[in-house]
Structure formats: structure tokens, C-alpha cells
């Protein structure tokens, strides 16, 4: 094997082993999706961290995004579920209106770049799934540059593509079972 190759080998080895998401979950779904939007850099989570399912992993390294795929009347993206009740997942009250809401109101995070310095706070988008659309309200922004700490309850930093969506809409769009948790949705402006 040539030195070039060996060099190429040991490259690609070490962007696995620094950005495992690379080649799985969300990461492997953009690719798939053929989305420009790379990582703008990395955030590592502290060596001391909370230990819950969502919470960052110690010490582990995660991509950030300045960017999101250009919003259309058919947005690409991932929908994840998301409890912005006051001691919910979602950790502080929504960035749009300092409140906490109800898992029973149809509302969103978005991306950094879809939340749009909050100019999308209060406008309701129009998300697609399944066959059928239900119409959310923008309440919070999904941090794709910031993570780890307790404003963002120790969760890691958003991908790029994110829509995080309480239980109503998951409930409006028939999605349950063992769907709910990441699933490919399109969005668009209402």
C-alpha cells in the first residue's frame, strides 16, 4: 500500500473516531439527502456531564452548523419530539415568548438558521408527514452552535435540519409507536 493511501487510511480513521456521527443517525440521513450544509465546527462536552438518555456524553466532540438546507414549500428535515414543559426536555421557557407550553399545543423548535434570529417567532409553519399537515407554532429556536450546559439541559447541540415538535403534533400527524423520535418530515411557511 502506497504512502498516500496509508496517509488517506489514517485520515478518514480519525474523522470517524472524532465525528462518529458521520457515518450514522442523522448525519448518514443528510448525506443520503444530499444536503450542502456542513459542520462549521465543534463543541466538546464538558469531562463531567449529566447522565440522562438525551444528555451529552462526557468528553465526547459534536459537530455545530451556521447553516440549514434553504427553506421551500417542501423543507427537508427531521422531526424530533420535544417536552417544552416547565421541567420538560426542552430546558428553559421558549426563546419566543419566555414561556413553558403544554405538551398539548401544537408547537416547534426550529434549527438555528430556520429560527431566524427569532423572526419566525409566533408564524405557525405547515409540516408534512404521512400523508397528512398540521400547522405548528414557532416557539423556540433548536441551538445548532451551543450545547452541553444548562440553558440547553445538558442536550447536545442541534443538527442542522431539525424541526422539534411537541407530542400534538407528532398526535395531529398519526405519528406513534415506535416512529416517534427522529422521523423525515417536509415543512414550509404557512
Not at 444536503?35 to 455545530?64: F, M, N, Q
Amino acid at each position: 500500500m502506497s504512502t498516500t493511501s496509508l496517509l488517506v487510511l489514517a485520515v478518514a480513521g480519525l474523522l470517524l473516531v472524532t465525528f462518529p456521527s458521520l457515518c450514522s443517525g442523522r448525519a448518514a440521513h443528510d448525506h443520503h439527502q444530499g444536503e450542502k450544509c456542513k459542520p462549521s465546527g465543534t463543541l466538546e462536552s464538558p469531562a463531567r456531564g449529566r447522565t440522562c438518555d438525551e444528555c451529552c456524553k462526557p468528553g465526547h466532540i459534536y459537530p455545530t452548523y451556521q447553516c440549514s438546507p434553504p427553506v421551500s414549500t417542501h423543507t427537508k428535515a427531521i422531526m424530533t419530539l420535544n417536552d417544552f414543559s416547565e421541567g420538560g426536555d426542552g430546558g428553559d421557557p421558549s426563546e419566543c415568548d419566555g414561556k413553558y407550553h403544554k405538551n398539548s399545543e401544537r408547537v416547534v423548535a426550529l434549527s438555528t438558521e430556520w429560527y431566524a434570529k427569532g423572526r419566525r417567532c409566533g408564524k405557525n409553519i405547515r409540516i408534512h408527514a404521512k400523508g397528512r399537515s398540521v400547522l405548528a407554532k414557532v416557539v423556540d429556536e433548536c441551538d445548532t452552535l451551543h450545547g452541553c450546559d444548562k440553558p440547553h439541559a445538558f442536550q447536545p447541540p442541534c443538527p442542522h435540519n431539525d424541526v422539534d415538535a411537541s407530542q400534538a403534533v407528532w398526535d395531529a400527524l398519526g405519528i406513534t409507536g415506535d416512529d416517534v423520535g427522529d422521523f423525515p418530515i417536509t415543512w414550509s411557511d404557512a
